[in-house]
């Protein structure tokens, strides 16, 4: 009799944890959306139990207090996030969990370019950093080996000065902030400070949270850093920690390997690696607001030798004078070009 009353109490708890295993819901979310429209979250309940109450978070931020909730994101970044959803029914929670992806809100405004001036450039130099400052170019090259920073003269292309990396390091991308030369290094999680007037080492930094560096500007109160994905770095200049980053989307998709950077405007100037192409960020959430097209540009450079990583990877700004410079991996000349919509309204 005891036997029977164990079994029959067994196959009822097995009864129970299976109903429990049954309560099941349907977190329903777009996969992507464009932040013009309004995100839609709701919570269904697949098998008739009854919630309670859900709330909404995004990335770990409540958003919403109730189910079927309609959420504004004209004021959220771009690129992937996660939503949370906490469910309440029978005295039990629930969290069930989507990625999403935010999409600026309107296509990306597509340039042309003309020529302005042009001026020499050592087609021996892999540029992987362009700068602009009083006159002169200050440029970082790669290369395990052949990696350096060096201070040229504009019109005529003369090195100035010159300072080697240890070989060991690949260098990448350099900015010029507060009478320093902030440099970057490709694989090596590291980066390097230089006297702006001596070329002298100051001291060495690491990387955060990003793996690699690439390309490397400022603003006027922080560094700014890609490192060869969708994300841009924003670093606090005295530490040099990575405080945050934004990720550049047009209204369909993201942009990978942003290289080279610089700050215009206002606006994040990122070179895309192995295409002859610029695009124009918006630094608050990621937009990518214009494209431009510099193929044929590419086209008018005299390459020693075909080789496919000869392509544009160098962009300067004289803010003084509101001009841009461009220029690319072994190319032999440096261009000062304007900008223009291919079809303005």
Same mark, same amino acid.
């Given at each position: 009799?005891?036997?029977?009353?164990?079994?029959?109490?067994?196959?009822?708890?097995?009864?129970?944890?299976?109903?429990?295993?049954?309560?099941?819901?349907?977190?329903?979310?777009?996969?992507?959306?464009?932040?013009?429209?309004?995100?839609?979250?709701?919570?269904?309940?697949?098998?008739?139990?009854?919630v309670?109450?859900?709330?909404?978070?995004?990335?770990?931020?409540?958003?919403? @207090? %109730?189910?079927?909730?309609? +959420?504004?994101?004209?004021?959220? *970044?771009? !690129? #992937?996030? $996660?939503?949370?959803?906490? /469910?309440?029914?029978?005295?039990?929670?629930?969290?069930?969990?989507?990625?999403?992806?935010?999409?600026?809100?309107?296509?990306?405004?597509?340039?042309?370019?003309?020529?302005?001036?042009?001026?020499?450039?050592?087609?021996?130099?892999?540029?992987?950093?362009?700068?602009?400052?009083?006159?002169?170019?200050y440029?970082?090259?790669g @290369? %395990?080996?052949?990696?350096f +920073?060096?201070?040229?003269?504009? *019109?005529? !292309? #003369?090195? $100035?000065?010159?300072?080697? /990396?240890?070989?060991?390091?690949?260098?990448?991308?350099?900015?010029?902030?507060?009478?320093?030369?902030?440099?970057?290094?490709?694989?090596?999680?590291?980066?390097?400070?230089?006297?702006?007037?001596?070329?002298?080492?100051?001291?060495?930094?690491?990387?955060?949270?990003?793996?690699e560096?690439?390309?490397?500007?400022?603003?006027?109160?922080?560094?700014?850093?890609?490192?060869?994905?969708?994300?841009?770095?924003?670093?606090?200049?005295?530490?040099?920690?990575?405080?945050?980053?934004?990720e550049?989307?047009?209204?369909?998709?993201k942009?990978?390997?942003?290289?080279e950077?610089?700050?215009?405007?206002?606006?994040?100037?990122?070179?895309?690696?192995?295409?002859?192409?610029?695009?124009?960020?918006?630094?608050?959430?990621?937009?990518?607001?214009?494209i431009?097209?510099?193929?044929?540009l590419r086209?008018?450079?005299?390459?020693?030798?075909?080789?496919?990583?000869?392509v544009?990877?160098?962009?300067?700004?004289?803010?003084e004078?509101?001009?841009?410079?461009?220029?690319?991996?072994?190319?032999?000349?440096?261009?000062e070009?304007?900008?223009?919509?291919?079809?303005?309204?």
């Amino acid at each position: 009799m005891l036997t029977r009353i164990f079994f029959l109490a067994f196959l009822s708890s097995l009864l129970f944890t299976g109903c429990k295993e049954d309560i099941s819901f349907k977190f329903s979310t777009p996969k992507k959306i464009n932040i013009d429209q309004k995100l839609e979250l709701s919570v269904g309940e697949t098998n008739g139990t009854v919630v309670d109450s859900v709330h909404f978070y995004l990335n770990g931020l409540k958003i919403a @207090g %109730k189910n079927n909730a309609k +959420i504004n994101l004209q004021d959220q *970044k771009l !690129g #992937k996030h $996660l939503l949370t959803a906490t /469910l309440f029914f029978q005295g039990q929670t629930k969290k069930l969990n989507n990625f999403i992806h935010f999409l600026a809100a309107q296509k990306p405004v597509i340039y042309d370019f003309k020529i302005i001036n042009t001026f020499p450039h050592d087609s021996d130099a892999f540029t992987q950093g362009f700068e602009y400052h009083k006159g002169f170019i200050y440029e970082s090259t790669g @290369g %395990k080996g052949t990696s350096f +920073i060096r201070k040229t003269v504009l *019109k005529t !292309g #003369k090195t $100035l000065q010159q300072k080697d /990396l240890n070989s060991q390091y690949f260098g990448e991308g350099i900015t010029l902030f507060n009478n320093k030369i902030y440099q970057l290094t490709w694989q090596s999680k590291k980066g390097f400070t230089y006297d702006l007037n001596t070329f002298e080492p100051l001291k060495s930094f690491a990387y955060g949270e990003s793996n690699e560096g690439w390309g490397l500007t400022h603003n006027d109160q922080e560094l700014i850093k890609s490192d060869g994905t969708e994300r841009i770095w924003f670093l606090d200049p005295q530490n040099l920690q990575e405080k945050r980053f934004i990720e550049a989307y047009t209204n369909k998709r993201k942009a990978e390997r942003l290289n080279e950077i610089e700050y215009v405007k206002g606006k994040i100037y990122a070179n895309i690696w192995q295409k002859n192409t610029i695009i124009i960020i918006d630094p608050k959430n990621g937009t990518i607001e214009g494209i431009i097209n510099l193929n044929k540009l590419r086209n008018s450079v005299d390459l020693k030798e075909q080789n496919k990583d000869a392509v544009l990877n160098g962009i300067a700004y004289d803010s003084e004078n509101d001009r841009l410079f461009v220029t690319g991996k072994n190319w032999n000349k440096t261009f000062e070009i304007k900008l223009f919509p291919q079809n303005p309204k």
